[in-house]
């Protein structure tokens, strides 16, 4: 892992220093037993969990932390499924209680079919928890005013989608995501809709800090493989970012030299 | 009928009958669930770990047992 932090430079989120730009859930998984390989093979430096009721009638599977060592992989509880401030801060005090850290994926949605943020509801819960000492991550949209107020609010890192969860659309305005992270000193994580690892790549094109994703490596065919490519993207893309692309131009240029040609 | 010595007390959304007297820790052991990964929430307060063998369940208590599961 460290060999990623090399690569494309640590990453900083409050005081704490992440090997790799990638960040990856854990939901929707065939078996847990793919999940930690996956998650392995990924490199990740972060991984989000979900707080649910325990099923009393042992229907389902177990608890996920029977499967990952909180040792080995640094745990970010989120708030997923939360449509109120009220919900999402109740269900962040017991994420904070479940855990070991300060770490909060803050997510408030506000509406079911695209699953896009409730943003003024995510800004009011931001507040109350980031006054209760949490480290805020906050998944909003790909509007600049509200990531400019996050960040005003205290999140240590702001997370506009590329597009709707788990649509795999990739990046549907990499202008403003651009322009995001113009604008904002936290770091900016790209956070949903991200289908294939060429979207991870122009995700970091753009020169955001992170990705995370989930569906996209959960759902292939073979999430081992899906997680290395995901890897190999997010690195490709931090490094193509900090190279510098050449200048589009809607002309052909030949590479050639034109002089010199024979009679 | 039901025990007078039992209680009755929510439990994640559902109404259940337990003895009167038992401990949050004893609660949450009768559920064959280990006590270090799980979060007890007792009438919408959190509980900390250490609390879980002073603190009584009373009749008409809601509990909420939560855990980690995948999520993204």
């Known amino acids: 892992m460290s060999e990623d932090g090399a690569l494309t430079g640590h990453l900083r989120i409050a005081d704490q220093e992440f090997e790799s730009r990638l960040f990856v859930g854990t939901g ?18 972060m991984v989000t969990v979900a707080v649910r009721r325990v099923d009393l009638d042992r229907t389902q599977s177990e608890g996920i932390l029977f499967h990952l060592d909180p040792e080995e992989f640094f745990l970010l509880p989120n708030t997923a499924g939360c449509y109120t401030a009220e919900d999402a801060i109740r269900y962040a005090r017991l994420g904070r209680a479940a855990g070991f850290n300060e770490w909060l994926k803050l997510e408030v949605i506000g509406d079911e079919t695209t699953l896009v ?3 003024q509801a995510t800004l009011e ?27 005003d609010v205290g999140c240590v890192a702001v997370m506009p989608l590329a597009s709707p969860i788990g ?18 000193s936290v770091p900016i994580i790209v956070d949903a809709g991200v289908g294939t690892a060429s979207d991870a790549c122009v995700a970091m094109e753009q020169g955001v800090d992170g990705v995370l994703t989930n569906t996209a490596i959960a759902t292939a065919t073979d999430p081992v493989a899906m997680a290395h490519a995901m890897r190999l993207a997010t690195q490709s893309g931090r490094l193509a970012y900090l190279a510098g692309r050449m200048e589009a131009r809607e002309i052909g ?11 | 009928m039901s025990d007078p010595g039992n209680i009755q007390v ?19 052991e009768s559920f064959d669930l280990n006590p270090l990964l799980i979060v007890v929430e007792l ?25 980690f599961v995948g999520g993204g």
């Open chain 1, 28 to 45: 929707k998984y065939p078996d847990n037993e793919t999940m930690v390989e996956a998650i392995r093979a990924s490199g990740t430096a």
């Open chain 1, 117 to 119: 943020p409730d943003t």
């Open chain 2, 10 to 28: 929510q439990v994640n959304g559902k109404e259940r009958e337990v003895q009167s007297g038992l401990s949050v820790h004893e609660l949450v």
């Open chain 1, 253 to 263: 240029i030949p590479s050639s030299p034109t002089r010199g040609m024979l009679d």
């Open chain 1, 167 to 184: 649509s795999g659309l990739g990046i549907v305005n990499p202008y403003f995501i651009r322009e995001i992270k113009r604008r904002c």
């Open chain 2, 43 to 67: 009438n919408r307060e959190i509980l900390s770990r250490d609390q879980f063998k002073d603190v009584q369940v009373s009749d008409g208590d809601s509990v909420e047992l939560v855990h």
């Open chain 1, 125 to 151: 819960a931001a507040k109350t928890l980031v006054a209760e000492g949490f480290n805020v991550m906050a998944y909003t949209n790909d509007d600049l005013v509200t990531a400019l107020r996050l960040e």
